[in-house]
């Protein structure tokens, strides 16, 4: 019995002692294909940039859909900061009618990545690692896009123009060079004496404020070149900002994420250059306009010039100002351009109003009187023609004194046919009416011009019918002018009047324009 007890004992002890060493070799075994697959960075300082990189970025090593991670002192963990610098290459002018603006530009992101950092297996290495493109394929990059993006696109010609570097400390800096068409709302009230502010917005696409911070460099975070050039506007000033905008399930900026994301944006304030408009528009637009004060200087009966010079001038004008409208929205709000669109038209449309006025005064047949020469009768005249005597303060029309003064002159007219030239009586016209040789002779006045109606001989009695009126009210003295006449009155007035109120209308404009 106890030589069967030692024989199993020996045997489970055998197969303890076989399964260990089994252990053993597999766990060396393991410990070789591991080795294998992760490879070591002991002699990194002798590899070259291509092989080192391999090997820090190794799936054992780095996993790049992961992004950088530290903690605090409290074992908090802390959200990445990824510092930004853009630098313009070149600003195009902008679009009015699309609203947009064009850009080239240089996009510099940085970050600490410490699983990147070769110091302390690699100490003899002190050039930092550049790649392009590929490189950049191997590590994780924060995800920045533009919100007011129309499209953008990296440039360059064999292979995009990325560029990676990453230093001994693990610092990684991302430099992309692009061209992006970017929204911005511009505001044409005072077109073209505008001042638009254009906006650049970055913002973080997959990860959260607790995740990833977007911040600026300290120093120059946006430079431009000094080569840039603007045809049409001036670039006045320009300021960056930092801000947290907030996503959810109606602000779907973000994709399906909600929460609060990192922003950063740099504004450009932009003056249109005006000079362009000066000559093109302005300028022509004066002299279209005077040059419809010509109709002024011709004869108010003169049709065909003056109707062919207003409609000319105004269709000139109408041409020349919806070349400058085509380039521009349809907006609801007036504009400069428009006030001073409606002031010209006003008074290229005044010139033919005022032809038409004039040619119709012309063509009238009877005088009109006036009680004064001056504007206020002329025109109340030439509106209302020949207004009675009565209505204006006389005593009596001028066709009852008309008829009046007839009727005298054919008394004294009867009178004179029973005399005959020595002051005896015609003995042909005594049949029924004896006629007194001393009959006094009737004298009156016309409403006009005073005047004696019929020359008497001293012997003759004179009776003045009017002397009597008018030493009790003298009626108010009429002038007649005629329809011609008022015409050309009224075309020196306005050779005076609309220049006069064009320069008053320029003065109003020119100072709304530069003092609000």
């Known amino acids: 019995m106890k030589y069967l007890y030692f024989v199993h004992t020996s045997k489970v002890l055998l197969v303890i002692v076989i399964c ?16 294998e697959n992760c490879p070591s960075l002991a002699n990194a300082g002798s590899l070259q940039y291509t092989e080192l990189i391999q090997r820090m970025t190794h799936v054992c090593r780095y996993d790049r859909l992961e992004r950088p991670i530290e903690y605090d002192s409290t074992s908090r963990r802390l959200p990445i900061v990824v510092k930004t610098r853009i630098y313009v290459y070149l600003l195009q002018n902008l679009n009015s009618d699309l609203l947009q603006f064009k850009t080239h530009a240089l996009l510099q992101l940085s970050f600490q990545d410490k699983r990147l950092a070769y110091r302390d297996f690699a100490p003899e ?30 440039l360059g010609t064999d292979e995009k123009d990325v560029l990676t570097s990453i230093s001994r400390d693990g610092n ?41 911070l977007l911040e600026w460099e300290a120093h120059s975070p946006i430079s431009f070149d000094p080569d840039m050039r603007l045809t049409e506007f001036n670039l006045v000033q320009f300021w960056h900002n930092t801000t947290v905008v907030h996503s959810d399930n109606i602000n779907m900026r973000h994709g399906a994420f909600e929460g609060n994301y990192s922003s950063l944006s740099f504004t450009v304030s932009l003056q249109r250059e005006i000079g362009f408009y000066l000559l093109d528009y302005y300028l022509p637009s004066m002299m279209i306009v005077a040059i419809s004060w010509v109709s002024f200087w011709l004869q108010a009966d003169a049709s065909p010039p003056r109707i062919m010079l207003g409609t000319s001038t105004m269709l000139s004008f109408i041409t020349l100002s919806s070349s400058q409208s085509k380039t521009l929205p349809k907006v609801s709000y007036i504009k ?19 032809f038409a006025f004039v040619n119709t005064i012309w063509r009238r047949k009877e005088n009109i009187e006036l009680k004064k020469v001056n504007s206020k009768y002329i025109i109340k005249s030439t509106l209302t023609p020949r207004p009675s005597r009565r209505q204006l303060g006389g005593s009596l029309s001028n066709e009852s004194r008309a008829r009046s003064c007839s009727s005298l002159d054919n008394i004294v007219s009867s009178t004179e046919s029973v005399r005959n030239g020595n002051g005896t009586v015609n003995p042909g016209f005594n049949n029924y009416l004896t006629v007194h040789p001393n009959l006094p002779i009737i004298r009156t006045e016309c409403a006009d011009n005073v005047s004696v109606c019929s020359e008497r001989s001293t012997n003759d009695h004179v009776i003045n019918i009017d002397k009597d009126q008018k030493s009790e009210k003298d009626p108010p003295t009429f002038t007649t002018m005629t329809p011609q006449e008022i015409a050309m009155w009224i075309d020196r007035r306005s050779r005076l009047l609309f220049p006069g109120m064009f320069l008053a209308f320029n003065a109003l404009y020119w100072t709304f324009v530069y003092c609000f």
Not at 189 to 212: A, G, R, V
Not at 336 to 354: A, M, N, Q, R
């Open 125 to 154: 290495r002190r050039e930092t690692i550049v790649g392009q493109k590929h490189l950049s394929e191997r590590l994780w990059l924060p995800h920045i896009f533009f919100a007011n993006e129309r499209e953008s696109s990296i």
């Open 172 to 212: 990684v800096i991302i430099s992309t060079r692009l061209q992006a068409s970017l929204y911005c709302w511009m505001n044409f009230k005072k077109f073209p004496f505008d001042q638009q502010y254009c906006s650049t917005i970055l913002e973080s696409w997959m990860y959260n404020t607790s995740d990833l």
């Open 336 to 354: 400069v351009s428009e006030v001073w669109f409606i002031g010209c038209t006003f008074f290229i449309f005044g010139s033919l109003v005022e």
């Open 20 to 35: 260990g060493l089994l252990q053993t070799e597999i766990s060396a075994i393991n410990d070789t294909i591991v080795d």
